[in-house]
């Protein structure tokens, strides 16, 4: 009888979720919803839209171990470079109160502006911080590429 009536209590969603829970939840949406707009934006060209994610003190490192800040991380991007053929990989976000740590993966076509074209899987680890104002900025991005056949 009591099996009956918590199922019965289940199904009627008489048991939230915990605030903190339901709030974790919620912030780990944002953090994938914002790098798949972020990967949108690549194929798109628009650097607006990823200078607006990005923390003030945003820091990139390579996969040949060379760091820029957010104003040569966005020239980096502006030079010609066009990503298209994007294919999002597995993700795991980790949270910790104001900061998330999502580590991706995805496989794209990758023009350089030289115009060679090629082919990657890049695998990446960004820190995500919450500002005062409630939005999730990209603090640091660390990632590493290799060609595909």
Not at 40 to 52: G, H, K, L
Not at 60 to 75: E, F, N
Request: proline content about 3%; overall charge neutral.
């Amino acid at each position: 009888m009591v099996r009956r009536m918590l199922i019965v209590a289940a199904a009627l969603g008489l048991f939230a979720l915990p605030a903190r829970a339901q709030s974790d939840r919620v912030a780990v949406e944002k953090i994938k919803e914002n790098e798949t707009q972020w990967g949108a934006a690549m194929v798109r060209q628009d650097w607006a839209m990823i200078e607006r994610m990005m923390a003030p003190e945003f820091v990139s490192t390579d996969g040949a171990g060379k760091r820029t800040d957010k104003a040569a991380t966005l020239a980096m991007l502006k030079s010609g470079l066009s990503f298209s053929n994007m294919q999002m990989g597995p993700e795991q976000v980790i949270l910790n109160g104001n900061t998330a740590i999502h580590a991706g993966e995805a496989t794209m076509t990758v023009k350089m502006p030289d115009g060679t074209v090629g082919k990657y899987h890049i695998v990446w680890t960004d820190t995500w911080v919450k500002d005062k104002d409630g939005n999730w900025l990209c603090l640091a991005s660390q990632a590493v590429e290799h060609p595909v056949s």
